[in-house]
């Protein structure tokens, strides 16, 4: 198709999709979106010059994927409230004809500069894992965070090292002294996941120095969207890694996100683990995470509030609406007892509406909370951990803890999704956003957490709790008006 008659279809299709979801009481209050059509991983996330850029994986005039994805666009000047902006980069170079692919943004000076995949699919007998693919890493340079000035391939497909597939993707750059680093994530043609590690001194000309990390054992066939940043001096590796056997309590997605602790040996440019590997959500939706240091020199994370490939156990309802997928909140990353911990930025306290308080002193049976909206902010702090509780949201969400163990379930609202579970020791502290169709619960401030999508049709204005003897129980509505 022409380039002309492409963009005309597409501008089509986005105001026939606009029109058909501008009534759906799915869309989300204060969660990031699609405006239509398809999302899914935060790119390119930074601040410049006190505005905040929000670039994703976006098909905007198809709601289930699967075609070329553009950068999506969206900017704030306070995190809570957001400008859907024009796409920034689009699928029509020859190194990026199938797809602009996932990547990150570097701030330096009075520019921005951003590297992503540029995803090639060549016609032919290919299965596009060990054949038929190209993934070039692309140099994009902007001054404003809208328009390009110079755009280049500083890694062909064909210039990655020997030993891999063609799956070599999702650069994140970042620089130390004089020297800049950028990690890739990749798969061998044995089918273990790897990152990669390249170095530059001008952000055009990349070596590769081998691989910065990788375990011998058998920990995914696939690992992407690395990330590598500091926290108070102790270095942080974050990685989705694709192909993790199942568990009753862990690793309950098909793929996953999480991160590891550790070491830079710089001289090797090797990263040596000091803890396991410990999963960031244990949702139902929850992948593709990316930080970011922003111009209050916090660590904030954004993750994709969706998961591919996951049919037939759930097929995700707003498909039929035009629109799927969103983001989570924007988490601040601290460290605490060797371990990461999330908790949503401040700036969310904005969207508050009246603070209503309850005590709980003794309680028999049945707690009833009144919820003026279905999109509200709580927390509920135990005065000692109760050894067993429910808590029922929106139409047939539950929390359900045992002592050891929490378990997210939903009921017909969760379209085909049932159970997740975490194992949690002396849980005093529940920090729990309701949105129209989204949960999150930030568990011990934000020692775990556990997001999902859910999708009610007949919302209950109430949040009922059992079990619940000695409690304080905060509570906000939520609007962004």
């Given at each position: 198709?022409?380039?002309?008659?492409?963009?005309?279809?597409?501008h089509?299709?986005?105001?026939y999709?606009?029109?058909?979801?501008?009534?759906?009481?799915?869309?989300l209050?204060?969660?990031?979106?699609?405006?239509?059509g398809?999302m899914n991983d935060p790119?390119?996330?930074?601040?410049f010059?006190?505005?905040?850029?929000?670039y994703?994986?976006?098909?905007?005039q198809?709601?289930a994927?699967?075609?070329?994805p553009?950068?999506?666009?969206?900017?704030?000047?306070?995190?809570?409230?957001?400008?859907e902006?024009p796409l920034?980069?689009s699928?029509?170079?020859?190194?990026?004809?199938?797809?602009?692919?996932?990547?990150?943004?570097f701030?330096?000076?009075n520019?921005?500069?951003?590297?992503?995949t540029g995803?090639v699919?060549?016609?032919?007998?290919h299965?596009y894992?060990y054949?038929?693919?190209e993934?070039?890493?692309?140099h994009v340079?902007?001054?404003?965070?809208?328009?390009?000035?110079?755009?280049?391939?500083?890694?062909?497909?064909?210039?990655?090292?020997?030993?891999?597939?063609?799956?070599?993707r999702?650069?994140?750059?970042f620089?130390?002294?004089?020297?800049?680093?950028?990690?890739?994530?990749?798969?061998?043609?044995?089918?273990q996941?790897k990152?990669?590690?390249?170095?530059?001194?001008?952000?055009?000309?990349?070596?590769?120095r081998g691989?910065?990390?990788?375990?011998?054992?058998?920990?995914?066939y696939?690992?992407?969207c690395?990330?590598?940043?500091?926290?108070?001096?102790?270095?942080?590796?974050?990685?989705?890694?694709?192909?993790i056997?199942?568990?009753?309590?862990?690793?309950?997605?098909?793929?996953?996100?999480?991160?590891?602790?550790g070491t830079?040996?710089?001289?090797?440019?090797?990263f040596?683990?000091?803890?396991?590997?410990?999963?960031?959500?244990?949702?139902?939706?929850?992948?593709?995470?990316?930080?970011?240091?922003?111009?209050?020199?916090?660590?904030?994370?954004?993750?994709?509030?969706g998961?591919?490939?996951?049919?037939?156990?759930y097929?995700?309802?707003?498909?039929a609406?035009?629109?799927?997928?969103?983001?989570?909140l924007?988490?601040?990353?601290?460290i605490?007892d060797?371990?990461?911990v999330?908790q949503?930025?401040t700036?969310?306290?904005?969207?508050?509406?009246?603070?209503?308080?309850?005590?709980?002193?003794?309680?028999?049976?049945?707690?009833?909370?009144?919820?003026?909206?279905t999109?509200?902010?709580?927390?509920i702090?135990?005065?000692?951990?109760e050894?067993?509780?429910?808590?029922?949201?929106?139409?047939?969400?539950?929390?359900?803890?045992d002592?050891?163990?929490?378990?997210m379930?939903?009921?017909s609202?969760?379209?085909?999704?049932?159970?997740?579970?975490?194992k949690i020791?002396h849980?005093?502290?529940?920090?729990?956003?309701?949105?129209?169709s989204?949960?999150?619960?930030?568990l011990?401030?934000?020692?775990?957490c556990?997001?999902s999508?859910?999708?009610p049709?007949?919302?209950?204005?109430?949040v009922?709790?059992?079990?619940?003897?000695q409690?304080?129980?905060?509570y906000w509505?939520?609007?962004n008006e």
């Open positions: 198709m022409l380039e002309k008659e492409y963009w005309e279809v597409l089509q299709k986005q105001a999709l606009k029109q058909k979801i501008a009534q759906d009481p799915w869309r209050v204060y969660h990031l979106m699609p405006e239509t398809w790119n390119g996330l930074c601040q010059n006190g505005t905040v850029h929000f994703h994986q976006y098909v905007p198809e709601a994927g699967g075609l070329a553009h950068w999506g666009h969206k900017t704030s000047t306070d995190f809570v409230s957001f400008q902006e920034f980069l699928p029509n170079h020859d190194y990026d004809r199938d797809g602009v692919y996932s990547g990150s943004a701030v330096e000076g520019q921005i500069h951003f590297f992503y995803n699919k060549h016609p032919g007998d299965d894992t054949s038929g693919r993934q070039n890493t692309v340079v902007s001054d404003d965070g809208f328009t390009v000035i110079k755009q280049e391939v500083v890694i062909p497909h064909d210039a990655y090292p020997a030993g891999f597939t063609d799956h070599i999702d650069p994140k750059v620089k130390r002294g004089d020297m800049y680093y950028m990690i890739l994530g990749a798969r061998t043609v044995d089918n996941g990152i990669l590690i390249y170095e530059s001194e001008n952000l055009s000309e990349w070596r590769y691989i910065f990390f990788g375990v011998d054992d058998d920990f995914g696939m690992w992407e690395p990330d590598y940043f500091q926290i108070d001096g102790q270095d942080v590796l974050l990685f989705s890694p694709q192909g056997l199942n568990q009753r309590d862990a690793f309950q997605n098909r793929y996953h996100s999480g991160y590891i602790l830079v040996d710089w001289e090797t440019l090797r040596k683990h000091t803890t396991p590997f410990r999963e960031l959500d244990h949702g139902f939706d929850f992948y593709a995470p990316q930080t970011f240091s922003d111009e209050q020199e916090r660590r904030i994370l954004w993750g994709w509030m998961l591919g490939d996951t049919m037939p156990e097929s995700n309802p707003t498909v609406r035009g629109w799927q997928h969103a983001a989570t924007p988490r601040e990353l601290k605490r060797q371990k990461l999330q949503p930025i700036e969310l306290q904005r969207l508050r509406g009246v603070h209503q308080q309850r005590h709980i002193q003794s309680s028999v049976g049945e707690i009833t909370y009144q919820t003026a909206t999109a509200y902010e709580m927390t702090t135990l005065d000692k951990s050894s067993k509780w429910q808590i029922a949201l929106l139409e047939d969400t539950l929390l359900q803890y002592g050891t163990t929490l378990t379930t939903h009921g609202s969760g379209y085909g999704r049932k159970h997740r579970r975490l020791d849980l005093k502290h529940l920090h729990i956003y309701v949105d129209t989204a949960i999150e619960v930030f011990n401030h934000g020692a775990a556990i997001t999508r859910v999708y049709t007949n919302r209950k204005p109430t009922s709790m059992t079990g619940v003897n409690a304080l129980i905060d509505p939520l609007t």
